[in-house]
């Protein structure tokens, strides 16, 4: 439904893919950029717009690709930029767009810049690319203020100085390997440029941007006062985020976005209060903007519906499309949230439907569409940071990152052909894979594709409002400005349907009602 006056992106379907779960393509039981290649037909069919490719920069990986050694090249793991190249052109032949994620907020400690500053000292040029500082206490021996990673433990590590004696500190908001950049320096600005400009010429179509809540720190680095929070508590009042000179930042991409104009840019923004957010998304600052409300919801009617308000409040406010999602590779997968085995995933199917129902842009994470669990997997197999610098408390991401089953009968389901997968696939994915769904009319994956065909050519799905339907507690009921109604039933017993011929359901419906744990389209 998109004019030639709308951007491309005003009410796409975003697919995120993975790069090293999606498919592996040389057998080193990693999937790749090739991988994703070989796969262009399956999303197409799926029908969705574009991809957003986790980073695939050169990378020791000790955060999966978000430690970047080299922000201009594309790591030898996924297949070189090469490989890139023929995924865009590949894609573009289709009509399929290519977005890749930026990691401006910090670097891999073995970037040539960090390494220059550990040898360089204290007070050189080199050292401040970076945030440095001498630690408290009488010898320095504490760090200097109390900031925590969001992976756990502090947020500084002490160095050896070039004399071999401990010395300075480096902020790192994530794991050690990945200090922070200093935005202060203008160094740091130019070098972005020199990347976004680097992939826009070579045909990417924009950018997710890492931590866009982030890069920016308050003068004098001031205590948190909740260091004890994770990360995804309602906490607007964190030094180490959200900090006003972040939107300077924002604007500089922006201009140079400008001249590309068909790129868009997709925040990461873990900002709750809908007037910040609202300011990221201003028209010389970001595209879009992700909206973490509906992951944050439970199932339930009540919490469904505040979450949606909020997001088409906040896009109001900032007079830019609504984003939508369920999961990601940082969150536990959905069919696992909200409750697991047959609910969980009538759940998740009856939940896309709203999400695809909504004006906006709406992005679906690989293995969604194939109603994959979370995986709880055994301690030694864990990768994630979060494991280790939690002391083992926290169990990290790894379980929603498990490899797509593509078919066959036993692990690694032709994800690879090595069987020693970066993370093991569980045996029951053998009813999940690929090819068994594609080959049943009722499974999730045939439910996915007809609901994204149907969003994409039915005119009801458009207009930028929604009105709500009065219902109780436990249903939800509401239709967009192209008059689609679209109804969620997260109670324990039937409600009765809304009027209007049925175009979709996420379960067979009986007796003009709407059975629980399921979502109804009708026109
Ligand atoms: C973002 C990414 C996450 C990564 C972190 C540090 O939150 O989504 O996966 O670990 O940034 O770059």
Same mark, same amino acid.
């Given at each position: 439904?998109?004019?030639?006056?709308?951007? $491309?992106?005003?009410?796409?379907?975003?697919?995120?893919?993975?790069?090293? =779960?999606?498919?592996?393509?040389?057998?080193?039981?990693?999937?790749?950029?090739?991988?994703?290649?070989?796969?262009?037909?399956?999303?197409?069919?799926?029908?969705?717009?574009?991809? $957003?490719?986790?980073?695939?920069?050169?990378?020791?990986?000790?955060? +999966?690709?978000?430690?970047?050694?080299?922000?201009?090249?594309?790591?030898?793991?996924?297949?070189?930029?090469?490989?890139? +190249?023929?995924?865009?052109?590949?894609? %573009?032949?289709?009509?399929?767009?290519?977005?890749?994620?930026?990691?401006?907020? %910090?670097? =891999?400690?073995?970037?040539?810049?960090?390494?220059?500053?550990?040898?360089?000292?204290?007070?050189?040029?080199? &050292?401040?690319?970076?945030?440095?500082?001498?630690? =408290?206490?009488? /010898?320095?021996?504490?760090?200097?203020?109390?900031?925590?990673?969001?992976?756990?433990?502090?947020?500084?590590?002490?160095?050896?100085?070039?004399?071999?004696?401990?010395?300075?500190?480096?902020? +790192?908001?994530?794991?050690?390997?990945?200090?922070?950049?200093?935005?202060?320096?203008?160094?740091?600005?130019?070098?972005?440029?020199?990347?976004?400009?680097?992939?826009?010429?070579?045909?990417?179509?924009? #950018?997710?941007?890492?931590?866009? %809540?982030?890069?920016?720190?308050?003068?004098?680095?001031?205590?948190?006062?909740?260091?004890?929070?994770?990360?995804?508590?309602?906490?607007?009042?964190?030094?180490?985020?959200? %900090?006003?000179?972040?939107?300077?930042? /924002?604007?500089?991409?922006?201009?140079?976005?400008?001249?590309?104009?068909?790129?868009?840019?997709?925040?990461?923004? *873990?900002?709750?209060?809908?007037?910040? #957010?609202?300011?990221?998304?201003?028209?010389?600052?970001?595209?879009?903007?992700?909206?973490?409300?509906?992951?944050?919801?439970? #199932?339930?009617?009540?919490?469904?519906?505040?979450?949606?308000?909020?997001?088409?409040?906040?896009?109001?406010?900032?007079? =830019?499309?609504?984003? $939508?999602?369920?999961?990601?590779? !940082?969150?536990?997968?959905?069919?696992?949230?909200?409750?697991?085995?047959?609910?969980?995933?009538?759940?998740?199917?009856?939940?896309?439907?709203?999400?695809?129902?909504?004006?906006?842009?709406?992005?679906?994470?690989?293995?969604?569409?194939?109603?994959?669990?979370?995986?709880?997997?055994?301690?030694?197999?864990?990768?994630?940071?979060?494991?280790?610098?939690?002391? /083992?408390?926290? &169990?990290?991401?790894?379980?929603?990152?498990?490899?797509?089953? *593509?078919?066959?009968?036993?692990?690694?389901?032709?994800?690879?052909?090595?069987?020693?997968?970066?993370?093991?696939?569980?045996?029951?994915?053998?009813?999940?894979?690929?090819?068994?769904?594609?080959?049943?009319?009722?499974?999730?994956?045939?439910?996915? &594709?007809?609901?994204?065909?149907?969003?994409?050519?039915?005119?009801? #799905?458009?207009?930028?409002?929604?009105?709500?339907? !009065?219902?109780?507690?436990?249903?939800?009921?509401?239709?967009?400005?192209?008059?689609?109604?679209?109804?969620?039933?997260?109670?324990?017993?039937?409600?009765?349907?809304?009027?209007?011929?049925?175009?979709?359901?996420?379960?067979?419906?009986?007796?003009?009602?709407?059975?629980?744990?399921?979502?109804? $389209?009708?026109?």
């Amino acid at each position: 439904m998109t004019d030639l006056n709308t951007p $491309w992106w005003s009410d796409a379907v975003f697919y995120q893919a993975y790069p090293r =779960s999606f498919r592996d393509s040389d057998g080193d039981g990693v999937g790749d950029l090739d991988g994703v290649t070989a796969e262009l037909d399956y999303l197409d069919d799926l029908g969705i717009d574009a991809i $957003w490719l986790n980073p695939v920069m050169v990378s020791p990986m000790a955060d +999966h690709g978000y430690d970047v050694a080299d922000p201009r090249d594309v790591d030898p793991l996924f297949g070189g930029i090469g490989a890139l +190249h023929r995924l865009i052109e590949a894609a %573009h032949a289709r009509g399929i767009k290519i977005t890749m994620d930026l990691v401006p907020n %910090h670097t =891999s400690s073995q970037h040539v810049w960090f390494r220059e500053a550990l040898a360089a000292g204290a007070g050189s040029v080199q &050292r401040a690319r970076y945030i440095f500082r001498d630690g =408290s206490g009488p /010898h320095g021996q504490h760090p200097p203020n109390n900031w925590v990673s969001v992976f756990g433990g502090p947020a500084w590590t002490r160095v050896v100085e070039p004399d071999g004696n401990v010395g300075q500190w480096y902020l +790192h908001l994530f794991d050690p390997e990945q200090p922070d950049l200093n935005w202060e320096n203008p160094e740091i600005f130019a070098d972005l440029e020199k990347t976004l400009r680097f992939w826009l010429d070579l045909g990417v179509d924009g #950018f997710r941007i890492d931590v866009a %809540h982030g890069m920016a720190k308050p003068a004098g680095l001031p205590d948190m006062r909740n260091p004890d929070l994770p990360m995804l508590t309602l906490d607007d009042d964190d030094p180490r985020f959200n %900090h006003d000179g972040v939107h300077e930042i /924002h604007r500089f991409i922006r201009r140079v976005l400008n001249d590309y104009p068909n790129a868009v840019t997709i925040g990461e923004i *873990w900002v709750f209060d809908n007037e910040d #957010f609202a300011k990221y998304l201003r028209p010389d600052e970001l595209h879009l903007g992700f909206n973490f409300r509906l992951v944050r919801a439970k #199932f339930d009617a009540v919490e469904v519906r505040e979450a949606i308000e909020n997001s088409l409040a906040a896009a109001e406010l900032a007079g =830019s499309p609504a984003t $939508w999602t369920l999961s990601n590779h !940082d969150v536990e997968r959905e069919v696992s949230r909200y409750g697991g085995g047959a609910a969980g995933l009538a759940r998740a199917n009856a939940m896309a439907m709203v999400m695809l129902a909504l004006p906006g842009i709406v992005f679906v994470y690989n293995g969604e569409e194939l109603g994959l669990p979370n995986v709880d997997l055994p301690d030694e197999v864990l990768q994630d940071p979060t494991w280790e610098r939690s002391g /083992h408390e926290e &169990r990290g991401r790894d379980g929603c990152r498990v490899p797509m089953p *593509w078919d066959g009968g036993t692990p690694p389901f032709g994800f690879s052909t090595n069987p020693d997968t970066w993370l093991p696939i569980p045996a029951e994915w053998a009813a999940l894979t690929v090819d068994k769904q594609r080959a049943d009319e009722d499974s999730t994956l045939a439910f996915f &594709r007809r609901a994204i065909h149907l969003r994409k050519q039915t005119a009801q #799905f458009s207009g930028t409002d929604i009105t709500w339907q !009065d219902t109780d507690d436990e249903a939800l009921v509401f239709r967009t400005g192209g008059g689609l109604t679209c109804a969620l039933n997260t109670g324990s017993v039937a409600v009765a349907l809304p009027a209007g011929e049925v175009l979709l359901s996420s379960a067979p419906l009986a007796d003009g009602e709407l059975p629980p744990n399921t979502a109804v $389209w009708l026109i």
